[in-house]
């Protein structure tokens, strides 16, 4: 199984400030084929279900505002906030479907400073 | 818009069997993949696996292969997903949701989740 890592475990950022949240893949997740990383981002509020904010890395879903943002290649990735609002505040999940299991990472709490 | 609206909460004993129901709307059913995957209190999202109803495929995580079922009605717009053999460790919310276009499995819409609770 790729197993996936995160950090940090939570940070706490003011509001408007930048907030980078990193993921790690024991393997990378970039295909040779098409040369596009499996990886997408998850935002959960308090209470709700996840929600998909980026998909193959970088790729912002429908209606998702511009200060998120994705990089990465291979096995490191990141998430970057650019502009932290209050709303933002949740646990953030990276995810790999590079390969069967699909698995997340152990989430980073995001909190308002 | 689409939605998922899974069945309510259940509490059941070790060894016992949950199944767990959840009806889209607002896309063509059969021609996606539904997804499960859970999450127990206050950790991460753990995939269980997926079917598509409209070509009978379905997928398992090796971890639950045996105590598994997912099936669907496609005439319906329901999935289900049935887990045997109960033990503690599978209090969790579970959560139907739906493959983004394009085949590949990662998850554009979720269900409001299912709290699941064994206890004896």
């Known amino acids: 199984d790729i197993v996936m890592t995160q950090s940090p475990d939570s940070l706490a950022v003011s509001l408007g400030e930048r907030a980078t949240i990193n993921c790690k893949s024991s393997q990378s997740v970039l295909s040779s084929s098409n040369n596009r990383n499996y990886l997408a981002w998850y935002q959960q509020k308090s209470g709700q279900p996840p929600k998909l904010l980026i998909y193959w890395a970088s790729i912002r879903e429908y209606g998702v505002p511009d200060r998120f943002s994705g990089?990465?290649?291979?096995?490191?990735?990141?998430?970057?906030?650019s502009s932290l609002q209050a709303e933002d505040a949740a646990v953030y999940y990276c995810q790999q479907y590079y390969d069967s299991p699909l698995t997340f990472g152990p989430g980073t709490k995001v909190q308002i400073k | 818009q689409v939605q998922l609206v899974q069945?309510?909460?259940?509490v059941k004993k070790p060894g016992a069997s949950v199944k767990v129901s959840c009806k889209a709307s607002g896309y063509s059913f059969s021609d996606y993949a539904v997804h499960w995957v859970r999450q127990a209190p206050g950790q991460s999202l753990e995939w269980l696996g997926w079917i598509i109803t409209g070509k009978e495929n379905t997928k398992y995580s090796q971890k639950f292969l045996g105590r598994v079922s997912i099936s669907g009605d496609t005439s319906a717009n329901l999935a289900y997903l049935e887990l045997s053999s109960l033990k503690s460790e599978d209090t969790a919310i579970y959560y139907c949701a739906k493959n983004a276009p394009g085949s590949l499995p990662f998850f554009d819409s979720w269900g409001q989740g299912t709290l699941v609770t064994v206890s004896s």
């Open chain 1, 71 to 81: 990089s990465g290649s291979g096995t490191d990735f990141t998430l970057t906030i």
């Open chain 2, 7 to 10: 069945s309510g909460a259940e």
